[in-house]
């Protein structure tokens, strides 16, 4: 058995012991004041010296320098939780009523601090620094932006993250290259018309109409302007027109997100579609496009081939040939794209906490979402492992 497994294994009660106390005092994106105070006191228990970094100031960041010199690789978990009330009833439920753990980000926090015990008692093996980043505001995807703007990604020369992830099996880890996680977009669109009586409509300018007709006129985009081997998801949630059934709207909100994994299209290519579907749709029925709001909340995480096959061969050495998970690409977002984007050798792995017999496989976000803990020292053995195996190359 590998040393960082051995060691894993020695520090599962620890792991698991934080995991419960931070699953148990959940706190919301951008207030993890306690968590970060937690995690810094757990390392300076470690003998290590954790700065606190970000104008959110809730972010840490710690280095541990191997016994030899090297390159730089940082390794990533988030720490924030969900508006969502947790449904589950063991004796380390959240505390806090509407506020969860609903995500897993609470084993990534343990797990890193678990790392941070192994790397520590493997410094002999570190050629370089392991750089720890434990970051907030995730789920509001403000928090990866904010560690890259204190500047936790200067000198860095790859990075790491784990998701845990309730669809891959228990026992395994998903480290496939390419697309993992799409790019998601919030956009709003503000039409404006004229009022009028419901009875005669031609007074007026009905904006609901437009606003309507823009709506499906958007999915076009996806059916004829782009590719259907890429996956494109435009979505709109979100439709609000009119104040009383027989007046005229003389104004309309469109409100909605967009998924993808190619860059180029997510940044270019379709906003610029849906900007020419809307303003064109407008002028078609006399309207005009009053607000145009898009804020790119995620990149696409792509993994690269190169830190696809070195994961793997971690994976391997770590929990054998059938530990090599499998996860098609998510539609979902992750804010850890930023700092992929700004490093190019950078790796999402998903470690697998799915188990039906122990109820582990419930959805992410869910409050019936549960954590399979005997899956923890995989995290922690991944963590350092994959980072030693880096430095060594
Ligand atoms: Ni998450």
Known sequence: MEKTMELALENKDYVIQMRRYFHENPE???HEVNT???VCEELKKMGLEPQVVGKLGT???????GDQPGKTIALRADMDALSVQELNDFSFKSKVDGLMHACGHDGHTATLLGAAKVLLACKDQIKGTVRLLFQPAEEVATGAKDMIDAGCLDGVDATM????????????ISVEAGPRMAA???FKYRLKGKPGHGALPHQGIDAGLAASAAALNMQHIVSREFPAS???VITIGHIESGTRFNVIAAEALLEGTVRCFNLEAFCKGVPEAM???VEGTADAYRCEVTEKFVFEATLPCNNPEEASARATKTVKKLLGEEGVGKLPPLMGGEDYSFIMNKVPDSLIAFVGIGDPEKGTDEPHHSGCFKI????LPNSVAFYAQYAIDYLNE
Do not use: Q, Y
């Open 28 to 30: 919301a994106s951008e």
């Open 36 to 38: 970060c105070k937690v």
């Open 59 to 65: 972010g840490v960041m710690v280095d541990i320098k």
């Open 161 to 172: 993250a784990i998701h845990l992830w309730s669809d891959v099996k228990s026992g395994t």
């Open 184 to 186: 998601a977009n919030w």
């Open 230 to 232: 890429e996956p494109l």
């Open 275 to 277: 900007l020419r579907v």
């Open 372 to 375: 399979d803990e005997d899956c």
